[in-house]
């Protein structure tokens, strides 16, 4: 079988399948297998019109089937009984719908739903958690083509429907790189806000409380769980929502941002407390801040995530903290 021949064999397969009983986790497999090749998307296409059109025939084509049983009825009885295998009994639409595959070609076996439905229309999909621990990173491959970065400690859930994509973000930080699609947005819940994608790549983090979207390319559109406007948000922009939903807009370098995708984390006047946190849900070996005033120290500059030792040491030179080992990894102390 040529490749075309393959692709239109698995459409019509895919026509049937989501016809029926179809569930959250057949359209994760049916997203992936268009994506798997160049032509599946236009030989379900073309399996799909072939449908369409057998069904808006479909009447006419059982009446003409009808006609033939009447003519039948008044040949001999030897030929009435060969003409009566043409005429499918009364309410038995979807069977005789089976029985004319052979004449209608690929397709015509899918049930008469199909017919008035948008293939994307499915059940439920049945969610998948993903979940990185201290020090992990992790890349996730969707089946529309989406691909979604998960820093360290981070948690969220992923959910496929027939009718949207979603994404609910419970902690951490991730940065969505996603295929637009007007039909299925792309959609992330976090700290009281949903972020609707309208064709871009941005990073998403909540932590502690506070969220910050930062949009590299494109644009998404934050709104609100509760009630007020949506922010649109174009490239290089931020929206920063704090602990007690106060909003700030700011203009940024979206790589600044992305950076910790590389192995690198990017600061502006941060103070150090904030730094650290961050460096230990990049490390498995812990810092601890010892005087309390220390943390409050602003750091700028760029951080190498090679590993925690040399990560203090070279921030030694830069502030008055000298790092001694502890049990949990390291102590931060003033020089």
Request: glycine share 10%; hydrophobic share 45%; charged share 20%.
């Amino acid at each position: 079988m040529t490749q075309d021949g393959l692709a239109r064999a698995q459409a019509a397969a895919w026509v049937v399948r989501l016809g029926g009983d179809a569930t959250g986790e057949d359209g994760v497999e049916f997203d992936a297998w268009l994506q798997a090749a160049p032509g599946n998307r236009a030989a379900y296409r073309r399996a799909l019109v072939l449908w369409c059109e057998f069904d808006a025939r479909a009447g006419d084509v059982l009446a003409e089937l009808t006609a033939v049983g009447a003519q039948a009825s008044a040949r001999p009885p030897a030929a009435r009984r060969s003409a009566s295998r043409l005429v499918p009994p009364a309410g038995r639409r979807r069977s005789a719908l089976r029985w004319l595959t052979p004449i209608g070609g690929f397709a015509l076996a899918a049930g008469l739903a199909l017919a008035v439905l948008p293939p994307t229309v499915l059940k439920p999909a049945t969610s998948t958690t993903y979940a990185t621990g201290r020090g992990q990173h992790q890349r996730v491959a969707l089946g529309d083509g989406s691909v979604i970065d998960l820093d360290a400690e981070t948690r969220l859930r992923v959910t496929i429907a027939g009718s949207e994509r979603r994404v609910a973000l419970a902690e951490g930080q991730a940065i969505f790189d996603v295929v637009h699609d007007a039909r299925r947005p792309f959609l992330v819940q976090a700290g009281g806000r949903t972020v609707r994608d309208v064709g871009t790549q941005f990073d998403v983090r909540q932590r502690a409380g506070e969220l910050t979207v930062t949009v590299a390319r494109g644009r998404v559109e934050v709104g609100s769980d509760g009630s007020g406007q949506p922010v649109l948000l174009g490239p290089g922009q931020r929206l920063q929502v704090d602990r007690a939903s106060v909003s700030q807009l700011s203009v940024v370098d979206p790589a600044e941002t992305f950076s910790w995708r590389a192995g690198r984390l990017v600061y502006r006047a941060q103070p150090l407390a904030d730094v650290v946190a961050d460096l230990n849900r990049q490390f498995v070996e812990q810092t601890v801040i010892a005087d309390p005033e220390l943390g409050k120290l602003p750091i700028t500059g760029v951080i190498v995530l090679d590993n925690p030792r040399a990560v203090m040491t070279r921030l030694s030179l830069m502030l008055p903290i000298k790092a001694v080992p502890s049990d949990r990894g390291l102590t931060l102390l003033r020089k």
